[in-house]
């Protein structure tokens, strides 16, 4: 007998399969400096794996969506991890530097079906209201992933070696299809049939693009989560590589981050159905962007050492962790009947934005942490223009 949709279980699976996204990237950070030297490449060749792997999850889930409309959740949801195991095995056994980015783009293709359908398994059992508190509970619990996947990538790249990194994705890989398959029933119970229909699907798409309320919480969500990937795509070359950092020490780091983000979930959590989407998400604002702006400002000034970085980075991560589950509660929630599509729009949005970051972050270089932390300064603005131009009806 299966567990309920909305047990304690069910809750546990659907945060680890949203972590998948984060796994595959966080867990690959340390090795980086270590790719460079095995295939001999530059810092921005180096990049281009962790971007790559962006643009698959971004385009991945403009189909993913649409499909579990169409289909059910379920059965996309056991195709695409099977994808994602099969590739993560073909990373770890490729020793060409062209075939490593492709299975990367095929491990993400894999891996997008974990967050777009996890979201939207959520909006199908809990609904509109209860939706923004789950995402925040569930984000606190998935914040164990980041902070303990670099330490785990650290330890693998120092000892065993970094094509271990993706033998163990694989067994994550395995054991999600085996819960999926064994625990999950379908939670889509309005199967639509024109869903996939190209003339329906844009139109969908159209619809929600136009619709300025989701508009607007789209392009906040993933400003807020530019800034996240800002830091994830620079931090290693930087803490590593500028300031000497080991690999292990460089995942405690990480840590100290994503403790400020497992803070501002938290309060999330507590807090959203008391003060509403719309507080919340100012909250988070201001403190995402002055803890960026004084990092910013410290590093212009010549401030040295990790602290200066990890400090405010670690404040800019409390403002997302009010920020993110809010603004994804706010976009998905009104679109019921499509909230696949919706989540897919929105993830692809999110991860398009994150991956041009990193590709510009990687373009600059890790002779100092400014473009990093200037990357992180920016992307707040977005968002902080993005939240401006909400109607006053978007109240949440």
């Not at 030297?37 to 189909?63: C, D, E, V």
Request: glycine share 12%.
């Amino acid at each position: 007998m299966r567990p309920r949709p909305d047990s304690l279980v069910i809750a546990a699976l659907l945060t680890t399969l949203v972590a998948l996204g984060p796994l595959s990237t966080d867990m690959y950070l340390p090795t980086l400096p270590s790719l460079m030297r095995a295939f001999g490449a530059g810092i921005a060749p180096a990049q281009f794996t962790l971007s790559i792997f962006l643009i698959g999850f971004a385009f991945g889930q403009l189909a993913v969506g649409p499909l579990s409309d169409r289909f059910g959740r379920r059965p996309v949801l056991i195709w695409g991890i099977t994808l994602y195991t099969a590739a993560s095995i073909a990373c770890a056994c490729t020793d060409d530097f062209n075939q490593l980015a492709t299975a990367r783009l095929f491990q993400a293709l894999g891996a997008c079906c974990g967050p777009v359908l996890g979201r939207a398994i959520v909006r199908d059992v809990y609904g509109h209201e209860r939706a923004a508190r789950m995402y925040a509970y569930m984000a606190l619990a998935m914040a164990a992933a980041p902070a303990v996947a670099p330490m785990i990538g650290g330890f693998l790249t120092q000892w065993p070696g970094w094509r271990w990194i993706f033998l163990v994705l694989g067994l994550i890989g395995a054991g999600l299809l085996v819960a999926v398959a064994l625990m999950l029933t379908e939670t889509n119970t309005n199967l639509n049939s024109d869903a996939v229909r190209p003339g329906h699907l844009l139109a969908n798409y159209a619809l929600l693009i136009k619709d300025r309320g989701y508009r607007c919480y789209v392009l906040c969500f993933a400003g807020v989560f530019s800034s996240l990937f800002t830091f994830i795509s620079g931090s290693s070359f930087v803490l590593i590589d500028r300031y000497g950092l080991s690999p292990v020490m460089y995942g405690l780091c990480f840590g100290v981050v994503v403790l400020g983000y497992m803070v501002g979930n938290f309060a999330s959590g507590r807090l959203t159905q008391r003060l509403g989407i719309r507080r919340m998400i100012a909250l988070g604002l201001w403190v995402g962007s002055l803890a960026a702006m004084l990092g910013l400002g410290l590093t212009l000034a010549g401030a040295e050492g990790v602290a200066a970085i990890v400090g405010p980075v670690a404040l800019v991560m409390v403002g997302a962790g009010l920020v993110l589950p809010n603004a994804l509660a706010g976009a998905v929630g009104p679109f019921g009947d499509m909230a696949g599509t919706a989540s897919a729009l929105l993830g692809f949005a999110q991860m398009l934005l994150a991956a041009l970051a990193g590709l510009i972050v990687g373009h600059f270089g890790s002779d100092s942490a400014v473009p990093m932390m200037l990357g992180i300064a920016l992307a707040n603005l977005l968002a902080v223009v993005a939240y401006r131009g909400l109607a006053p009806e978007h109240t949440g």
